[in-house]
């Protein structure tokens, strides 16, 4: 089967920095994506690491360690717009077809 | 572009009844995935199609559950009947190739009481 783990919650302050770890367990990883989700919203795709190392996007930054089956979402001067519930996502082909699998998800707080 | 649409927004139901949602993707896009985020959990995969196809449904929890795609476009997924625990964040997304993106409709929230 596939499992993902992340934190379930984290809180830092306006203008720091914070990163999100997400651990990986799959027989047929592809790639690990990160989406972002406000309370009621839809999720919405940010960053996708398919090779290790780290890929930047603005504030944003993904990093990925195939070895170790593990990668982080870092956030860099955090705003308050930035408190959401973040998911990693593992592009599985373990059933045949491709799919994504979501982890539980980080809830962020940020504080003023 | 117009983004992926669910329908109803929310949907509360008593246990026993029948509930299809809809999911319009946006145009053009072959692949076509449904999730459930029960309060707190994952977001958990049904299943996709790739245009009319079932390419994978081994996320589907019993056959109460029944999703339909006409014609490659929208999709339906009723749940007949339903049950307490089936209560959750039924979202759809689509996507224009096996290895894009997922663009996320808003969800339907599902209340079975």
């Known amino acids: 089967g596939q499992s993902l783990e992340q934190p379930s919650e984290v809180t830092a302050v306006e203008g720091a920095i914070v990163q999100i770890n997400c651990t990986y367990q799959?027989?047929?990883?592809?790639?690990l994506s990160w989406y972002q989700q406000h309370d009621g919203g839809a999720p919405t795709f940010l960053s996708y690491n398919a090779l290790d190392g780290l890929e930047e996007t603005g504030r944003f930054s993904s990093f990925l360690s195939r070895s170790d089956s593990y990668g982080y979402l870092l956030l860099q001067e955090l705003q308050m717009k930035d408190s959401a519930s973040y998911f990693c996502a593992v592009r599985d082909r373990s059933t045949g077809g491709f799919k994504t699998i979501f982890g539980a998800g980080t809830r962020l707080f940020v504080k003023a | 572009e117009a983004g992926v649409t669910q329908f109803p927004s929310h949907s509360v139901i008593e246990k026993g009844q029948t509930v299809t949602l809809r999911c319009d993707p946006i145009?053009?896009?072959?692949?076509l995935y449904w999730y459930r985020r029960v309060m707190g959990k994952e977001i958990k995969f049904l299943l996709h199609f790739v245009k009319e196809s079932k390419q994978d449904e081994s996320g589907m929890p019993n056959n109460r559950f029944l999703a339909e795609r006409t014609g490659g476009t929208y999709s339906t997924l009723k749940v007949q009947p339903a049950e307490l625990e089936d209560s959750g964040v039924y979202f759809c997304?689509?996507?224009?190739?096996?290895?894009?993106?997922?663009?996320f409709g808003n969800g339907t929230r599902l209340t079975v009481t």
């Open positions: 799959t027989s047929g990883f592809y790639g």
């Open positions: 145009s053009g896009h072959d692949n």
């Open positions: 997304a689509s996507g224009d190739s096996y290895n894009s993106p997922l663009h």
